[in-house]
T-cell receptor
Framework: DTGVSQDPRHKITKRGQNVTFRCDPI?????LYWYRQTLGQGPEFLTY????????KSRLLSDRFSAERPKGSFSTLEIQRTEQGDSAMYLC?????????????FGQGTRLTVV | DAKTTQPNSMESNEEEPVHLPCNHS???????IHWYRQLPSQGPEYVIHGLTSNVNNRMASLAIAEDRKSSTLILHRATLRDAAVYYCILSSTTSGTYKYIFGTGTRLKVLA
């Protein structure tokens, strides 16, 4: 297993377009997280899945954002009607159990630029 | 969520030890202390975590104050590859939350 992979690595889109990102977690990990990171800031939590169930969503996740994890494996994050403020690095992470006693593995991220 | 405070930046010479401090005065008894680092253009990478006792692993050591209100990440011999942003994060076992709250971290510069 090569770790958490994200696709695409870079995406440039025009304002108003929809974009979808994919995350493939480490295969046996039941928890999957999405974060967003803007320049000079630490990652901000967006949402979290345990298997296929989306258990927590940040208030940052407006109704233009939707995330899914069908079958509890890969996950997708869709942004509808993109805005320039959506430009950021979108990070996916996975872990085997809770975050208290085990580590989370992060992907390299998808960098979104909205022009 | 309990908050952490870290210096914005630190510098170290290559081959020397580095002590990265973190204050978490509002930590609760069930909060774990985690350290992650983020190299340029990479996602965060796990470094170490602990609850009460000092911890060592192949990457670093974590020294936790007796009152747990602060901790220090120790890199024993800094290399150029250790230049990164280091995040100190608390995670709670009682809040029912499964997310990390990242601050802005400490940017470590390693001088050759």
């Amino acid at each position: 297993d090569t770790g958490v992979s994200q696709d695409p690595r870079h995406k440039i889109t025009k304002r108003g377009q929809n974009v979808t990102f994919r995350c493939d977690p480490i295969s046996e990990h039941n928890r999957l997280y999405w974060y967003r990171q803007t320049l000079g800031q630490g990652p901000e939590f967006l949402t979290y899945f345990q298997n296929e169930a989306q258990l927590e969503k940040s208030r940052l996740l407006s109704d233009r954002f939707s995330a899914e994890r069908p079958k509890g494996s890969f996950s997708t994050l869709e942004i509808q009607r993109t805005e320039q403020g959506d430009s950021a690095m979108y990070l996916c992470a996975s872990s085997l159990t809770g975050l208290w006693t085990t580590e989370a593995f992060f992907g390299q991220g998808t960098r979104l630029t909205v022009v | 969520d309990a908050k952490t405070t870290q210096p914005n930046s630190m510098e170290s010479n290559e081959e020397e030890p580095v002590h990265l401090p973190c204050n978490h005065s509002t930590i609760s008894g069930t909060d774990y202390i985690h350290w992650y680092r983020q190299l340029p253009s990479q996602g965060p990478e796990y470094v170490i975590h602990g609850l009460t006792s000092n911890v060592n692993n192949r990457m670093a050591s974590l020294a936790i104050a007796e009152d747990r209100k602060s901790s220090t990440l120790i890199l024993h011999r800094a290399t150029l590859r250790d230049a990164a942003v280091y995040y100190c994060i608390l995670s709670s076992t009682t809040s029912g939350t499964y997310k990390y709250i990242f601050g802005t971290g400490t940017r470590l510069k390693v001088l050759a």
